[in-house]
C-alpha cells in the first residue's frame, strides 16, 4: 500500500543552518587530524561532530562519547542511530541485523568492540521468510562503553573485510571513566527505565588505578517487553495484527580489565567481556493458518577475550610495540515452538488452549582467535616529518550450524531430527599493513596506508547430517582470496579558522558461509550454491570543509562510494519436473551483479549562541543535515540508502554543570517511489479455455515472471520532538530524564517498512494494510534514570 506525500521543503531547512552556522567556529571541537588512540576517544556534543580523519580512523568519523551516551539515554541500537544522519538500521521484526551506512546495511557495514569484528549475520531469502533461525548482528551493552565510533565510508584498511560502507566501533569503559579526579578507585551505581519498552536497566561498576595497577569490573542487567507502536486498532492474530507481539527479554552483561604496568618499558593485560541474553515471543502475527500458532526463545551468547604485552622503550627510533591475543566465542540460536489452537465445533470459536506440534531448536556457533603484531615508531624527518606504523596478524573463524527438530510431538508419527544446512567452515586469516603519517608544513599533511590481506575459506567435515541438495554437491572445494586494500589522505590548513580534507579508501567484503555454499531444492523454490563468487568491493571519496573557532563548529561534507561486484542473491525461472509434472519454480542464487553508486552530502554545526547574540553562556544551538541518492547497475533501488534526515535543537548546560536541557526537533523524509524500486516475481495465465461447468473462460496455464515494481510500504514525512536533560543535586549523584516523541506523532520509519517480507508466515502485513498499525514508532514516551558514582 503505497503512501502519497507531498515534497519535502528543504529550501527553509537548509538556508536556516547555513544562516545561523556559516561563521567561521569552532570552541570546543573533536575535529582532529592526529594519530590517537581508543584510551584518548573523546566526548562529544549531543547528536556528535563529524570527525573527518585520516589517521586510523580511515573514514568520516562521527563520535558519541560516554557523556552523550547516558545524557540522551541511549539503551540500543535503533536509540544510538536517532539523531544521526545518513545512518539507519536493518529492522526485521524479532531481529535487528546491523546498521545501514553509505548506501548499504547489514554484513557491509562492520561492528566491532575494540578492534575485534563481530560475525556477520548467516541468513539467506529462504529463511528470513519463516523466522526460524536467529541471523541477528550482535553488539555491546552501552552501559559498558566509553563511546562508539560510527565510522562513514570504506574502512577495510582498519577492519579488513566487512567495512564497504562504513563501521561501528565500540570502546569499552576503562578505570579511570570510573573513577573522579585525585582518586585511585571508584564505584557506579546505576538504575533507568524506558516506557517505550517497559525496561529496567540496573548497571553496578568498580575500578582502581593507581601508578602500577589498573582494574574495572562491570556488570549490567535489562529486562524489558516489546516495543510499543502508536498504532491503533484490536485485531491481534495474524498478519493483520494491529499490536505487537507480546515479548519478554533479559540480558546480562559483563566487562573486566586489569592491567599491570611492571616497569616504564612493559605493560601487560587481560580484558572481557560479553553477554547472555534472552527473547521471548509469543508470535501472534504468525501467519501460517488462522488455528496455527508459534512462540519463539531467541538466544545469543557471546564472550570476547584479550591478553596483550605492551613495550615503549626508551628509544631514537621505536615508540611502542604491541601484541595482542583475541579470543571471540559466539552462539545465535532461535527455539520455535509451534502448534494449532483446538477448534470448538459446538460453539464454533477457537478454544482458549494450544496443542504443541513442533519445537525447532536452530543455532549457528562461531569461534574466533587472532594473534597480531603491532609497531609505531618514533617520527624521522625525510622531506616530512613521518610517522610510520605496522601491523601483522594471523586469525582463524570456525563457523557451524547445528538444529534440532521435534515434529508430531506426542503423535505416532514423532519424529526427531539432528542435522545441518551446511558444512561447517574455517576461514584462515593472514594480514599486513603499513601506514605513514606525513606533517610536510603547518599548512599540509597527509597519510596513506596499504593492506594485504590472505583469507582461505574452506568447508570442513559434516558435524550432522544434511539435506539432499547440501550432499548432492558433495563437499565443496576451498577458496582463496587474496585482497589489497588502502587509503590516502590530505589536510590543508586554510587559515587559523578553517580546514579542508580529502580522503579516498577502499574497502572489501568476503562472501559469507551461507552466501557461497548454502543448497536448497524444493517444488517452490530452490537456493544453488555460487563457490565461486568473488569479494565485494568499495571505493570512497570525500571532500569536507571545516571551520573552526571560539563561536562553534562547521562541517559541510560530500562524498561518493562506489561498488564493485556487489554480491546480491538473483531469482532466475526454471522449470522441474515432479511428482510427474513439470513446472515452473524460482530459482535463487548469490552472484556478483556489476555495480553500484551511492552520491550524498553531510552538514553539521553547532554555534554558542552567547558569542553572537545576547543569550546566557551555555546556550548553543544544534543542526544537521544528510541526504544521499544512488541505485544499483540493475533497475532495481538499493533500499538501504537512508531518506533525507534533518535534526536541529537547542541545548543550555550551566556553567556550573550541575544541569542542562537538550532538545532535537528531527525532520525524517519520506522514501519516494522511484527510489524504492524492487524486482519481483509474479504469475500470469497464459492459456484461457472455456469451461462448460462456470460458463466462462478460466485459466488452464500459467507462468511465472519478473518484473520491477515499487516497494509496497513508503513511509511519509514525519517530525519529532525530544527534550531530555541532567541534574546533580550532589558531586556524587546524577538524575537523567526524557521525554520522546513529545508531540506524540504517529510516524513510521523507512527502516521498519522495508524489513517486511513480502512473502512468508513472520513479519508480514496482510493484503489490506491494517498490520501496518504494529509498525509505527513509539508514541510519547519517557527515560529516567538515577546515578550514584563515588
Known sequence: MRQKHPNTPLLPIVASIFAVLSSPAFAQTTHTNHITTDEELPSVALAAQTITSVRTKVATTERIGRNDLANAMINDTKDLVRYST???????????????????????????IDGVTLPDSE???????????????????????????????SNSFNLGSGALGGNVEYHTLNANN???????????????????????????GTAYQDGQLEAVAMYSNRQGHETKSNGTGNISIGSSSQKPDPAKHRQNSYLGKIAWQINPDHRIGILINGQNGKNHTNERSYS??????????????????????????????????????????????????????????????YKDEKKLDEIYNRSFKTNYQRLSLGTQ???????????????????????????????????????????????????????????????????????????????????????????????????????????????????????????????????????????????????????????????????????SLQGYGNKGVLDASIYQSQYKDFLFEQTSLIEQTSYGRTHQT????????????????????????????????????????????????????LLSIQPIKTVVGLDYEAPSGRWGVFSRLSHLGAKKAKDAQIEDVSSRCIAFEFDDWFGRKICRRTELYKQIITAPYLNRRSHTLDVFGFYKPTDSTTVRAGVYNLLNKKYHTWDALRGINAYGTTNTVDRDGKGLERFYAPGRNFSVSLEYQF
Open 86 to 112: 545518513d545512518v539507519g538500521v536493518v529492522d526485521n521484526g524479532r531481529h535487528l541485523k546491523g546498521f545501514a551506512m553509505r548506501g548499504v546495511e547489514g554484513n557491509r557495514v562492520g561492528i566491532s
Open 123 to 153: 541468513e539467506n531469502t529462504l529463511y528470513a521468510r519463516y523466522g526460524n533461525f536467529n541471523p541477528s548482528r550482535m553488539s555491546i551493552d552501552t552501559e559498558l562503553v566509553r563511546g562508539v565510533s560510527l565510522e562513514k565510508g
Open 178 to 204: 570510573l573513577i573522579k579526579a585525585g582518586k585511585q578507585a571508584g564505584i557506579l551505581v546505576r538504575t533507568g527505565y524506558a516506557s517505550k519498552n517497559n525496561e529496567w536497566v540496573n548497571t553496578v
Open 288 to 349: 501460517l493458518l488462522e488455528s496455527a500458532w508459534r512462540e519463539a526463545d531467541d538466544y545469543q551468547k557471546r564472550t570476547n577475550a584479550n591478553i596483550f604485552y605492551e613495550y615503549t622503550p626508551d628509544s631514537t627510533w621505536l615508540a611502542k610495540l604491541k601484541a595482542d591475543y583475541d579470543d571471540q566465542r559466539t552462539v545465535l540460536s532461535a527455539i520455535n515452538y509451534k502448534g494449532q489452537i483446538p477448534y470448538d465445533w459446538s460453539t464454533k470459536t
Open 377 to 543: 615508531f618514533l617520527p624521522i624527518r625525510l622531506f616530512g616529518g613521518h610517522t610510520l606504523s605496522a601491523k601483522v596478524h594471523m586469525a582463524r573463524r570456525d563457523f557451524l550450524n547445528i538444529n534440532h527438530d521435534r515434529i508430531g510431538i506426542g503423535a505416532s508419527y514423532e519424529t526427531d531430527e539432528v542435522y545441518t544446512i551446511q558444512y561447517p567452515i574455517r576461514t584462515t586469516q593472514f594480514g599486513i599493513s603499513l601506514k605513514d603519517n606525513i606533517q610536510w608544513s603547518d599548512l599540509l599533511s597527509t597519510s596513506a596506508g596499504i593492506r594485504y590481506d590472505n583469507q582461505k575459506v574452506a568447508p570442513q567435515e559434516l558435524n550432522a547430517q544434511c539435506g539432499k541438495a547440501c550432499t548432492a554437491e558433495g563437499k565443496p572445494n576451498s577458496k582463496t582470496f587474496g585482497i589489497w586494500s588502502g587509503f590516502f589522505g590530505m589536510n590543508i590548513q586554510l587559515s587559523p579558522d578553517w580546514k579542508t580534507n580529502y580522503l579516498i579508501s577502499s574497502g572489501y567484503r568476503i562472501p559469507t558461509a551461507s552466501e557461497m555454499y548454502f543448497s536448497f531444492k524444493n517444488p517452490y523454490g530452490t537456493w544453488k550454491s555460487n563457490p565461486h563468487l568473488k569479494p565485494e568491493h568499495s571505493l570512497s571519496q570525500s571532500l
Open 586 to 637: 524460482p530459482m535463487n542464487q548469490t552472484v556478483n551483479i556489476d555495480k553500484a553508486k551511492i552520491l550524498g552530502f553531510e552538514l553539521q554545526g553547532k554555534l554558542n549562541l552567547d558569542t553572537v547574540i545576547l543569550a546566557p553562556k551555555g546556550l548553543k544551538f544544534y543542526g544537521s543535515l544528510g541526504y544521499s541518492k544512488g541505485k544499483l547497475s540493475t533497475d532495481a533501488s
